[in-house]
């Protein structure tokens, strides 16, 4: 025989002061660590698929990301499709669809986002490293 639920009587719980106290001290301390990844990426002409890659994945723990290009100009884009543009196979890349790292910028590029970021270029090899920088409670 079954029970609904409006006939359920609820159990009454009393916490002791000892499990309280060990409790908040647990929420309180809120202990973190950081998980760093580093990733060098290189693209090349080689065919599909070697010109534009995934740069990090979508991840909800990510803090942020430090990029920088090294041998060749890439374009950081939010979708595949938008990595795919025509305009950022061009050499020289004079209007590219994304936004630009210049491989002559010597300070990697901080980027706070836990997104899925796409990776593109028109030269190569494109080599490019990035260190990603995640939150890790426990």
């Known amino acids: ?3 609904s639920i409006d006939e359920m009587v609820p159990i009454p719980v009393r916490l002791h002061p000892q499990d309280l106290a060990a409790l ?14 580093f990733r060098t990426i290189v693209l090349t002409a080689g065919g599909v698929g070697y010109s534009i890659r995934p740069l990090c994945a979508a991840d909800p723990s990510r803090e942020y990301l430090m990029v920088q290009a ?3 100009d890439v374009v950081l884009c939010e979708t595949q499709s938008r990595a795919q543009d025509a305009a950022n196979a061009v050499a020289g890349l004079p209007n590219p669809e994304g936004y630009l790292l210049w491989h002559t910028n010597v300070m990697p590029t901080r980027i706070d986002s836990s997104d899925l970021i796409w990776i593109a270029a028109a030269a190569f090899p494109a080599q490019v490293t990035v260190m990603l920088v995640n939150k890790v409670q426990g």
Not at 24 to 37: E, M, V
């Open 1 to 3: 025989m079954t029970q």
């Open 24 to 37: 908040a001290g647990h929420l309180k301390s809120g202990k973190c660590h950081y998980d760093i990844t």
């Open 70 to 72: 090294f041998t060749n």
